[in-house]
Antibody, heavy 120, light 107 residues
Framework: QVQLQESGPGLVKPSGTLFLTCAVS?????????WSWVRQPPGKGLEWIGE???????NYNPSLKSRLTISVDKSKNQFSLKLNSVTAADTAVYYC?????????????WGQGTLVTVSS | EIVLTQSPDFQSVTPKEKVTITCRAS??????LHWYQQKPDQSPKLLVK???QSISGVPSRFSGSGSGTDFTLTINSLEPEDAAAYYC?????????FGGGTKVEIK
């Protein structure tokens, strides 16, 4: 059973950088799956942030693309998210998730989520 | 960007009732539509993939239908543990997008 675990600071200052890591266990990040980030502002709906394949190929939400970097570390079996120049609007629970097998794009395994608050 | 519009936003239902949630896409997405359940303080859980494909371990009372622009999630005979928010998600084109969610409350 694949498990994902997000980690990173829970508080980031405005104009600072948000950095989160998603550790994958019970499976290999080098499998034929894409790996995604999704966020959810408090009391609101879900927003797709972006995705990455173990080769390093990535796709980003255009609304975040200028500030966003998603990377993969195969040696540590994890992938990461870096978001620059954060504002209060970036306050959210951040989830990492795995897309399905055989190129399917449904999100079948999710981390428990981590709340990141942007505040001074 | 493909916009997904869910309805209703909120539904209050008695146990054993049937629940129908709809998701309309702003353009045709074939069958690239997935449904998730999210209970309070939990991460989303996949219920149905590709419009109507069942997921192992998900109760059979959950089913999906539709194609193109109009999709439906049906919960037959609602159970108290089905109180949650439900979201649709399209993967037909990037960026992937989610519907605004439907909150189901048990009367």
């Amino acid at each position: 059973q694949v498990q994902l675990q997000e980690s990173g600071p829970g508080l980031v200052k405005p104009s600072g950088t948000l950095f989160l890591t998603c550790a994958v266990s019970g499976g290999s990040i080098s499998s034929s799956n894409w790996w995604s980030w999704v966020r959810q502002p408090p009391g609101k709906g879900l927003e797709w942030i972006g995705e990455i394949y173990h080769s390093g190929t990535s796709n980003y939400n255009p609304s975040l693309k200028s500030r966003l970097t998603i990377s993969v570390d195969k040696s540590k079996n994890q992938f990461s998210l870096k978001l620059n120049s954060v504002t209060a609007a970036d306050t959210a629970v951040y989830y990492c998730a795995r897309q399905g097998d055989y190129g399917t794009k449904n999100l079948d395994f999710w981390g428990q989520g981590t709340l990141v608050t942007v505040s001074s | 960007e493909i916009v997904l519009t869910q309805s209703p936003d909120f539904q209050s239902v008695t146990p054993k009732e049937k629940v129908t949630i709809t998701c309309r896409a702003s353009q045709s997405i074939g069958s690239s539509l997935h449904w998730y359940q999210q209970k309070p303080d939990q991460s989303p859980k996949l219920l149905v993939k590709y419009a109507s494909q069942s997921i192992s371990g998900v109760p059979s009372r959950f089913s999906g239908s539709g194609s193109g622009t109009d999709f439906t999630l049906t919960i037959n005979s609602l159970e108290p543990e089905d109180a949650a928010a439900y979201y649709c998600h399209q993967s037909s084109s990037l960026p992937a997008t989610f519907g605004g969610g439907t909150k189901v409350e048990i009367k």
